[in-house]
């Protein structure tokens, strides 16, 4: 068995609608061998390592389910069994995953394992490790000799891959925010590998680290650091702080002490969770060690007073307190039967204590600082304790190094609740902890005493979320209250379009609607992510890196994201939900490509848009495919869009209220008529949008509508919509690629992108309907990573409407032969009876559009397909025709209107353009003049 493709989606894709690893796995001979048939030995062993397999329902959906599918009858497959394993083994390291599935797929013995991830480095581990796994149980027949290390340990593998998780996982104050943000529907995005978070999108972001927040005071976190000066501010404003000297050198040390008067505690200047802290120091000798100890985590150390008490952490957020917990570091009670080192032991089978943050409590650890506090009490963990003592093994309570917590939030006494609020004020912090010594906080700090240690900056939140006694607070949400108050946006509006053809248009549309609108737009197209208009970066962007820059950008508050197939095969959405989702078209293109053979699968793919979308799901009514996703999505609304007025369904749909966008006959022409809650509203006549060309653009007018359909789901206002349409036009600047005309030489020059059948025939069909004089001319192609049938059918479908035929290659090959697609183009012309003097083949890219551009003459049309668009229009716009006489040697004999315009006025050019203009409809440049 073995794994040949991982595939990770970071979003909606096929499988779920949340992030997923797909894993291709080849079982080989391992086909025949399902759980059944290895018998009980391979379930128990598996059982074994991974207990919590009992836990995993499987298709039965309850306890023990999976289990039931191993053991029973001929048991279950062995692509089935590592999806549970992956799952299972990221439990075990912390993290709550649950959902997968395994399908076949491909050649016998050829499976999709797919599975649940919430980090994907530890994902993709728990795959590798999940196949070692089940290979080191096989009987070593059934797997080749190096598949398994021959020093493979699990229990040893195990522990260092919730190691490696841990590492790499959010902490547990940072898994709570983003928990309490969930709850709130606020979206959240990983800014790094540490800790940093990005709640909200666009411009009403707020970003955290730690708990640090993006509203935290710089200043306010440089003096919690500095513990001399906190010490100084908070004991004039004459709050409870303890005595205190800051010292570099270890004799400072000392004197500070016999000055402060001893006991005292000695601890690094600015470091945190416990660190190098040495409390209830009595000699010098002792504060000479600790000095050496503070010394390893800074470079100045303070000495203070010893203030006898128990140790109490107090939140103060927004000026709130919110929790009160009493921290006892690490111990052990002894029992009068048992050593240290088995106390621990028996301690950390506490199932509440984990590895690092793995789990409510921290495991117990034999360390330096351990041995160092035995050694203080005159113990080594060979000591057998007296039953009922405690014997500590850390000097403070932070539960990163196994202390416990026990909250004390309601019985706190109101004036030191008041002194941590006045103190974190004091400071300036907005997320703030106070580490308070008290003998009892349930009195006042004015009749016990008690002393202010510390007030930190991103105080952690775990000791209050899972106190080991008492009730646990929610401190998260206070955080996000106070980021993000109730009633406040969170999420800026996002549209997501996708289809065979069009979708790079229509976006373009939808984005210019709103820019004019006063938005600030972020956009995702085939050429390049768009802020405000300005192209930030180029390449195709309609994945889910893309997606993320735009809802990153703390200027954007309109997202418009152009999906693409390939994007969703290869990664999913890069957003979990959209408001407005629509899908064009569905038509044959890139078929037989990552598995998407038919037009249903490819329909599968684009429907993902429309499942995810939360508001309303725009749809086309005229193409069969995208009316079936209407099952599929949970969108409030539903909008369709169809150029037929007499659609039964959309006619029925607009009776019952529904949403449409109907193209309607009028005196004038055509009209694109929205139709809303029974209210008919024409919004614009089809010749008076530039991009139609007087409306002979059909595929531009069905653009348009679902532009249109999709602004007006966003709730813009049908003035702004129009507005948009109006200015939006086919220019190389605000569409590359999508129909743009040159009208500066003798001969007008289309230049478009399209590569699959459906665009081929939008474009020709628009050629058929625009009035020439000359010749048409077209240089076709297609991608070399189409399969035969597509390319021909390509073919077929542009026979007919041109005089001449020159057929191109792209520069990328995708595997095929330097002439090979070319040929394919010109035996499809040929068998629809193309004649053979009409096509030409001339593969390289642009030596075909030069030889184009040198044979068109005046009053020709020339249609090119491009593969390097700007490239290819840049060849257009700096060709310069020959003279007149040489390029019209062979040309037929001008009709009369041409003749009577090559002799009138030769000397009066502008007015010969003109004429010419009027008489047959196109210009001809100034450089035709000579």
Request: hydrophobic content about 40%; proline content about 5%.
């Amino acid at each position: 068995m073995r794994i040949l493709d991982r595939t990770v989606y970071v979003g909606p894709s096929l499988y779920a609608h949340f992030p997923v690893i797909r894993l291709e796995v080849d079982l080989g001979e391992l086909e025949g061998w399902p759980s059944g048939k290895l018998g009980p030995a391979f379930t128990d062993r598996l059982i074994a390592a991974l207990p919590g397999l009992h836990d995993h329902t499987c298709s039965y959906g309850k306890r023990g389910g999976f289990i039931r599918r191993l053991t029973e009858g001929e048991g279950t497959w062995m692509g089935h069994i590592l999806e549970h394993v992956a799952i299972e083994l990221q439990n075990v390291a912390g993290e709550p995953v649950t959902f997968g599935k395994t399908r076949s797929h491909g050649p016998l013995g050829r499976y999709y394992v797919i599975y649940q991830y919430q980090q994907e480095e530890v994902g993709l581990e728990a795959g590798q490790l999940g196949l070692t796994l089940l290979l080191s149980l096989l009987p070593p027949e059934l797997h080749p000799a190096d598949a398994v290390p021959e020093d493979f340990d699990f229990a040893i593998e195990r522990d260092e891959f919730i190691h490696f998780a841990q590492r790499r996982a959010l902490g547990p104050s940072t898994v709570s925010l983003v928990r309490a943000a969930e709850e709130r529907r606020i979206p959240w995005i990983r800014l790094n590998g540490q800790s940093m978070i990005q709640f909200g999108h666009g411009r009403y972001q707020q970003r955290i680290q730690a708990t640090v927040t993006s509203r935290t005071s710089h200043i306010a976190v440089e003096l919690a650091s500095d513990k001399e000066e906190t010490n100084r501010i908070l004991g004039n404003l004459g709050l409870p702080v303890p005595k205190q000297r800051l010292v570099q050198h270890v004799e400072d040390a000392v004197e500070a002490a016999a000055r402060i008067g001893y006991p005292v505690v000695v601890k690094p200047y600015n470091a945190n969770h416990g660190r190098g802290i040495s409390i209830h120091l009595t000699t010098p000798e002792q504060v000479r060690t600790a000095f050496e100890v503070a010394k390893e985590h800074s470079r100045s150390v303070i000495v203070e007073s010893f203030i006898t008490g128990e140790d109490h952490r107090m939140l103060v957020i927004n000026g709130e307190l919110v929790a009160v917990a009493k921290r006892v570091p690490g111990h052990v009670v002894g029992d009068g039967l048992h050593t240290v080192a088995q106390l621990v032991e028996q301690v950390n089978q506490d199932p509440r204590r984990g590895v690092g943050h793995e789990k409510a409590l921290t495991r117990l650890v034999f360390d330096h600082q351990a041995e160092s506090m035995l050694a203080r009490q005159g113990y080594t963990p060979a000591t057998v304790p007296a039953s009922g003592e405690q014997v500590f093994l850390r000097s403070t309570g932070n539960l990163s190094t196994g202390g416990t917590a026990t909250d004390m939030t309601d019985l706190v006494h109101p004036d030191n609740a008041e002194m941590a609020r006045r103190a974190v004020k004091a400071i300036g912090l907005d997320v703030g902890g106070v580490d308070f010594l008290s003998t009892d906080i349930t009195e006042s700090y004015k009749d016990v005493g008690g002393a202010i240690c510390e007030v930190n900056a991103a105080p952690g939140f775990r000791m209050h979320m899972a106190p080991s006694d008492g009730r646990p607070r929610d401190v998260a949400g206070p955080v996000m209250d106070m980021l993000f108050p109730p009633g406040s946006p969170s999420r800026i509006p996002i549209a997501a379009v996708t289809g065979t053809n069009g979708k790079t248009t229509t976006a373009r549309m939808l984005a210019h609607i709103h820019k004019l609108a006063g938005h600030h737009v972020g956009f995702t197209s085939t050429d390049g992510v768009y802020i405000d208009g300005q192209r930030t970066v180029g390449g195709d962007m309609t994945g889910p890196v893309a997606t993320r820059m735009v809802l990153s950008d703390p200027t954007v508050d309109v997202a418009v994201l152009e999906i693409a197939r390939g994007g969703l095969l290869r990664a999913g959405m890069g957003v979990r939900h959209c408001d407005v989702g629509a899908v064009l078209n569905v038509k044959a293109d890139h078929l037989g490509l990552r598995g998407i053979g038919t037009l249903d699968q490819l329909a599968q793919v684009k429907r993902i848009v429309v499942e995810v979308a939360r508001e309303t799901a725009v749809l086309n009514a005229d193409d069969p495919l995208c009316l079936k996703m209407a099952d599929y999505t949970e969108a409030k609304h539903l909008c369709y869009v169809t150029m037929d007025p007499k659609h039964e369904l959309v006619g029925e749909h607009i009776k019952a209220g529904g949403r449409g966008v109907v193209l309607e006959a009028g005196i004038k022409g055509q009209m694109i008529t929205i139709y809303d809650h029974g209210a008919h509203i024409p919004l614009l006549w089809t010749h008076l949008i530039p991009a139609t060309l007087e409306g002979r653009a059909m595929h531009n007018v069905q653009n348009a509508m679902f532009a249109a359909a999709m602004a007006f789901s966003m709730g813009l206002k049908l003035e702004d919509i129009r507005h948009g349409l109006r200015t939006f036009d086919t220019t190389f600047f605000q569409t590359p690629g999508r129909m743009n005309i040159y009208d500066e030489h003798p001969f007008k020059v289309i230049l478009d992108y399209g590569h699959n059948p459906a665009a081929i025939e939008a474009m020709c069909s628009l050629v058929e309907r625009l009035e020439v004089s000359g010749r048409r001319i077209c240089v076709l192609a297609a991608p070399g990573d189409r399969r035969d049938e597509d390319v021909a059918d390509i073919g077929r479908i542009a026979a007919g409407y041109f005089e001449r035929y020159i057929c191109r290659r792209d520069d990328n090959l995708r595997g095929r032969g330097p002439e090979e697609v070319p040929q394919l183009l010109r035996d499809a012309l040929l068998a629809q009876g193309v004649a053979a003097e009409q096509i030409l083949v001339v593969a390289d890219e642009q030596e075909a559009i030069d030889t184009a551009l040198r044979e068109a003459l005046p009053g020709d049309l020339l249609l090119i397909f491009a593969d390097a668009v700007t490239r290819s229009w840049k060849q257009v716009i700096q060709f310069r025709p020959e003279a007149p006489a040489a390029r019209q040697q062979d040309r037929p004999r001008h009709s009369r209107p041409e003749a009577i315009a090559a002799v009138m006025v030769p000397a009066l050019k502008d007015q010969r353009r003109e004429f010419v203009r009027n008489v047959r409809g196109v210009w001809l440049p100034r450089e035709a003049d000579d």
